[in-house]
């Protein structure tokens, strides 16, 4: 299947607070019945699972209520932003399936009209420059059970503060030299709001702006202020911003704007095994736990493209997950669940084999090769039927064979009969042996001619079937299987003195070299997945995949931990 932009309708699902809240103010009439909302990420990284949650959310709401959704680059930091991320956000933002059509923003488009309200802010006696150092701002500030202490330089006259500032611009200080702070109250119970900062003198370019700017504004002033000059009505974001509501009020009623947006917060997404702080994620790219933003190990949605998963898997986990206030923990399983349950429906079945064991037929004719027919989805009609060649030597998985084979290995052993998938009843005659390592390198069988298509005419049974791939006509191939990046349910706990990447699990990444495919997949395209019978789902890597050197990773085990904990809770059969 091609990653190709999809449309995303708005998925039927139950109703959560943000959803009531917005439908009360519509009937109610506020902001003339419209709904706007935007997603502002930082070009600072790549996005990860927990922000298709925010899009999802955003893009959706706006979307069930007739309205529309902008994408503004929040990018205030030039220290840490680039174009790279911009681009990357824009292209995962468009391949989970949404548009924002013509309302692409940037917080740098306002630098202009945010010096202005800062400026507004000084002449209205609520904004000054301080110039105390960012340890002396700290300490001042107090605690939760102490409160803070003026700075000395609070009471400067509205003159000298708006004299100091322009300088700032101007290029006259140094880097920390002074800030812009906003004249609050420095016993305010929230913490926030004694006198936060809202600009800081930074001499970085900016990967838009150049060396226009060395002052650049603070996230909180820059954010409430641009979601109220592009109208946004509801400015849903989570959690870790519910102190900072009030400032984000404050700030608009001191400039007395014409439109107030209304901020709403939300549960982030905290996912098992994995860690979401973009800081740690930064941590595993530089520190090369892992090969780049992209590493199919990674949650970012450009790690999870390029392990296999699909946008529809990703937009009906957010959709599973809900939306709620309180921050929980959910199991890694369900998201895996609900990839599988896409790529069951749309991934066509090939065979594969990643361990190869060579199978000689004894009895089968040297020189002939048969073309059996072979179904590309057994419940998809018609995605119909395609060939695949079966010859006297073969490979199955060695896993598939014992030679001592212990109670309830239902597989290949000396003696045994057992069926190939599409192909023929065969039977172990024999086992050989490499004379170096004293491993078994060589099954010699025989096959029944009358089984063809597996049945047997006299109705005896086995009790297992092999997947297997023709040896001449094989194709040789890389296989990557991944695993969880991190051992621990969260790693982010971790002990004192310990790193969080103590977690990683060793075993993440297994590559797999000589592996053998059915011919069939020697056209297959960068990005498209299969289910590799037996084995699991399989995507070609976006990266390295190409025609003569296959590469594919592993998406997804069939196992299905999610789908048995369900049916043990619901009493149901289990898959």
């Given at each position: 299947?091609?990653?190709?932009?999809?449309?995303?309708?708005t998925?039927?699902?139950?109703s959560?607070?943000?959803?009531?809240?917005?439908?009360?103010?519509?009937?109610a009439?506020?902001?003339?019945?419209?709904?706007?909302?935007?997603?502002?990420?930082?070009?600072?990284?790549?996005?990860?699972?927990?922000?298709?949650?925010?899009?999802?959310?955003?893009?959706?709401?706006?979307?069930?209520?007739?309205?529309?959704?902008?994408?503004?680059?929040?990018?205030?930091?030039?220290?840490?932003?680039?174009?790279?991320?911009?681009?990357?956000?824009?292209?995962?933002?468009?391949?989970?399936?949404?548009?924002?059509k013509?309302?692409?923003?940037?917080?740098?488009?306002?630098?202009?009209?945010?010096?202005?309200?800062?400026?507004?802010?000084?002449?209205?006696?609520?904004?000054?420059?301080?110039?105390?150092?960012?340890?002396?701002?700290?300490?001042?500030?107090?605690?939760?059970?102490?409160?803070?202490?003026?700075?000395?330089?609070?009471?400067?006259?509205v003159e000298?503060?708006?004299?100091?500032?322009?300088?700032?611009?101007?290029?006259?200080?140094?880097d920390?030299d002074?800030?812009?702070?906003?004249?609050?109250?420095?016993?305010?119970?929230?913490?926030?709001?004694?006198?936060?900062?809202?600009?800081?003198?930074?001499?970085?370019?900016?990967?838009?702006?150049?060396?226009?700017?060395?002052?650049?504004?603070?996230?909180?002033?820059?954010?409430?202020?641009?979601?109220?000059?592009?109208g946004?009505?509801?400015?849903?974001?989570?959690?870790?911003?519910?102190?900072?509501?009030?400032?984000?009020?404050?700030?608009l009623a001191?400039?007395?704007?014409?439109?107030r947006?209304?901020?709403?917060?939300?549960?982030?997404?905290?996912?098992?095994?994995?860690?979401?702080?973009?800081?740690?994620?930064i941590?595993?790219?530089?520190?090369?736990?892992?090969?780049?933003?992209?590493?199919?190990?990674?949650?970012?949605?450009?790690?999870?493209?390029?392990?296999?998963?699909?946008?529809?898997?990703?937009?009906?986990?957010?959709?599973?997950?809900?939306?709620a206030?309180?921050?929980?923990?959910?199991?890694?399983?369900l998201?895996?669940?609900?990839?599988?349950?896409?790529?069951?429906?749309?991934?066509?079945?090939r065979?594969a084999?990643?361990?190869?064991?060579?199978?000689?037929?004894?009895?089968?004719?040297?020189?002939q090769?048969?073309e059996?027919p072979?179904?590309?989805?057994?419940?998809?009609p018609?995605?119909?039927?395609?060939?695949?060649?079966?010859?006297?030597?073969?490979?199955?998985?060695?896993?598939?064979?014992?030679?001592?084979?212990?109670?309830?290995?239902?597989r290949?052993?000396?003696?045994?009969?057992?069926?190939?998938?599409?192909?023929?009843?065969i039977?172990?005659?024999?086992?050989?042996?490499d004379?170096?390592?004293?491993?078994?390198?060589?099954?010699?069988?025989?096959?029944?001619?009358?089984?063809?298509?597996?049945e047997?005419?006299?109705?005896?049974?086995?009790?297992?079937?092999?997947?297997?791939?023709?040896?001449?006509?094989?194709?040789?191939?890389?296989?990557?299987l991944?695993?969880?990046?991190?051992?621990?349910?969260?790693?982010?706990?971790?002990?004192?003195?310990?790193?969080?990447?103590?977690?990683?699990?060793?075993?993440?990444?297994?590559?797999?070299?000589?592996?053998r495919?059915?011919?069939?997949?020697?056209?297959?395209?960068?990005g498209?997945?299969f289910?590799?019978e037996?084995?699991?789902?399989?995507?070609?890597?976006?990266?390295?995949?190409?025609?003569?050197?296959?590469?594919?990773?592993r998406?997804?085990?069939?196992?299905?931990?999610?789908?048995?904990?369900?049916?043990?809770?619901?009493?149901?059969?289990?898959?």
């Amino acid at each position: 299947m091609s990653d190709a932009r999809q449309s995303a309708p708005t998925p039927v699902a139950p109703s959560h607070f943000i959803r009531q809240i917005i439908a009360a103010d519509v009937a109610a009439g506020r902001n003339g019945g419209r709904v706007v909302t935007r997603f502002p990420p930082e070009p600072n990284g790549y996005l990860h699972i927990g922000h298709a949650k925010s899009i999802c959310l955003n893009f959706g709401v706006a979307a069930e209520f007739g309205g529309v959704t902008h994408l503004r680059f929040d990018d205030t930091d030039p220290s840490k932003e680039s174009r790279e991320y911009v681009e990357a956000i824009q292209e995962d933002v468009r391949w989970l399936g949404f548009d924002w059509k013509d309302k692409l923003f940037f917080a740098s488009d306002y630098f202009e009209r945010l010096y202005g309200f800062a400026e507004d802010l000084i002449r209205a006696g609520k904004a000054y420059v301080d110039h105390l150092s960012t340890e002396e701002i700290r300490e001042y500030r107090g605690t939760l059970t102490r409160p803070g202490r003026n700075s000395p330089y609070r009471d400067r006259s509205v003159e000298e503060n708006l004299d100091l500032f322009r300088r700032m611009r101007a290029g006259e200080f140094r880097d920390g030299d002074c800030v812009l702070r906003a004249r609050i109250d420095m016993a305010a119970p929230n913490l926030v709001m004694r006198d936060p900062t809202l600009y800081r003198i930074k001499r970085t370019p900016h990967y838009r702006t150049g060396t226009d700017w060395c002052i650049y504004p603070m996230y909180d002033f820059a954010h409430c202020l641009s979601d109220m000059i592009e109208g946004i009505t509801h400015s849903l974001c989570t959690l870790e911003f519910e102190n900072n509501r009030e400032l984000y009020d404050w700030i608009l009623a001191a400039l007395d704007t014409p439109h107030r947006p209304r901020q709403i917060e939300f549960a982030r997404l905290n996912l098992s095994r994995t860690v979401l702080s973009k800081r740690r994620l930064i941590e595993l790219v530089e520190g090369g736990f892992v090969s780049g933003w992209d590493d199919p190990r990674m949650p970012t949605l450009s790690g999870l493209r390029r392990r296999g998963y699909t946008p529809e898997a990703i937009r009906g986990f957010c959709d599973r997950i809900g939306v709620a206030r309180a921050d929980n923990r959910v199991d890694i399983a369900l998201l895996e669940h609900c990839l599988r349950e896409d790529l069951n429906r749309r991934a066509p079945r090939r065979l594969a084999v990643l361990r190869p064991l060579k199978v000689t037929i004894l009895n089968y004719p040297p020189d002939q090769v048969e073309e059996l027919p072979a179904l590309n989805h057994p419940e998809d009609p018609a995605a119909g039927r395609r060939t695949v060649p079966f010859s006297r030597e073969l490979f199955i998985e060695r896993e598939d064979f014992r030679e001592d084979p212990p109670p309830k290995f239902y597989r290949l052993a000396p003696g045994r009969e057992v069926r190939l998938r599409y192909a023929y009843l065969i039977r172990c005659v024999e086992a050989l042996r490499d004379p170096r390592t004293g491993e078994v390198c060589e099954l010699r069988c025989t096959y029944d001619p009358a089984t063809r298509g597996g049945e047997a005419p006299d109705g005896r049974r086995v009790k297992a079937t092999l997947h297997w791939v023709s040896a001449p006509q094989a194709i040789a191939a890389e296989v990557r299987l991944y695993d969880h990046l991190f051992l621990k349910e969260n790693p982010a706990e971790v002990a004192e003195g310990e790193e969080f990447t103590a977690a990683i699990n060793p075993h993440s990444l297994e590559v797999l070299r000589g592996c053998r495919l059915e011919p069939e997949l020697a056209s297959a395209a960068p990005g498209e997945r299969f289910q590799f019978e037996r084995l699991g789902y399989f995507c070609a890597d976006r990266r390295d995949h190409r025609p003569g050197a296959p590469v594919f990773n592993r998406t997804v085990t069939l196992r299905d931990t999610w789908a048995k904990i369900a049916a043990r809770q619901e009493g149901g059969p289990q898959r």
